[in-house]
């Protein structure tokens, strides 16, 4: 675990941001983290329409009628089965020390908006895989088209989560916040919103996915640093190799990405695609 931190001196309420990639072991590590922290309020990366069922797990509603509600009335965009393993530990931590800590006050912050369309353009990417695994041509400019198009929405709702976010923290003496595994933009928000912010990397290293790739070297565009054909075709087809070769051929997204690392480690480190 990596820590980036500040002095104390002229802020106001402390805040951790906690950055950890969506995978379950993830997830595992940040919830023993969370279970040694002592805090009285934590954001967590959920949609807010489900904030009500996450109160009552925390206060001691079955797991599986908390699924079930979620499976009934369709709350979650992605698939649930592969959302509910990943975040699970998270979750049964947030209920130990709900136990323990009784004022503890828990805050899901993922904007619905924004989680309903990227679930469809998870749907559109996956479209677009299929046709070039099947006919091995790339349409370069409807995989820029819609991945900048997730950047834009994604940069939007950052904005609306961000503004919820420190709203929250104003209230409270000390917050954990889980962010994804880039947490760097929040943390930067909180400490220039006059929070005295701290981040930590959970479970690095990191290594970026082909798509997780693509998707950084589009918004880099944004810095005048040019996106080449040749290598948006590269990082397209190292993702369709991904899906074919790990995805589709492992058990949940852990085991995927586990296997995928554990072959080219070493081309990731002399590449820096590490985080």
């Known amino acids: 675990m990596v820590k980036v931190s500040h002095d104390r001196d002229g802020f106001m309420s402390r805040v ?38 996450i109160e009552e797990y925390a206060l001691g509603a079955p797991y599986e009628l908390f699924v079930e509600k979620l ?22 931590a947030l209920r130990e020390m709900k136990h323990k800590l009784k004022r503890l006050e828990i805050f899901c912050y993922a904007d619905p908006t924004y989680e309903e369309r990227s679930a469809q353009t998870a749907v559109r990417i996956s479209t677009l895989t299929f046709n070039v ?48 595994v880039k947490g760097g933009s929040i943390y930067k928000r909180l400490r220039s919103s006059g929070h005295d912010a701290q981040l930590e990397y959970i479970d690095l290293p ?53 296997r995928w690392t554990a072959r080219y480690r070493p081309r990731f480190i002399s590449e820096d695609f590490i985080l």
């Open 16 to 53: 951790s941001v906690l950055a950890v990639p969506k995978l379950r072991k993830s997830f595992m590590k940040a919830a023993s983290y969370l279970e040694e922290t002592k805090c009285n309020a934590i954001l967590i990366p959920i949609p807010r329409t489900i904030q009500r069922f």
């Open 71 to 92: 499976r009934r009335l369709k709350l979650i965009s992605e698939p649930l089965g592969p959302w509910t393993r990943m975040i699970e530990p998270l979750l049964r």
């Open 133 to 180: 695994a099947s006919t091995g041509k790339i349409d370069l400019d409807a995989w820029r088209e819609l991945l900048a198009s997730e950047l834009l929405m994604k940069a939007e709702a950052f904005e609306r989560e961000t503004s919820f976010a420190v709203d929250i923290v104003e209230d409270y003496s000390d917050t954990v916040f889980v962010s994804g």
């Open 206 to 258: 990191y290594y970026f996915t082909p798509l997780q790739i693509l998707r950084n070297e589009i918004e880099l565009e944004r810095k005048r640093k040019v996106l080449t054909e040749d290598r948006m075709e590269e990082l397209i087809r190292e993702h369709i190799g991904y899906v074919r070769e790990y995805i589709l051929k492992s058990s949940d997204l852990d085991e995927a990405y586990l």
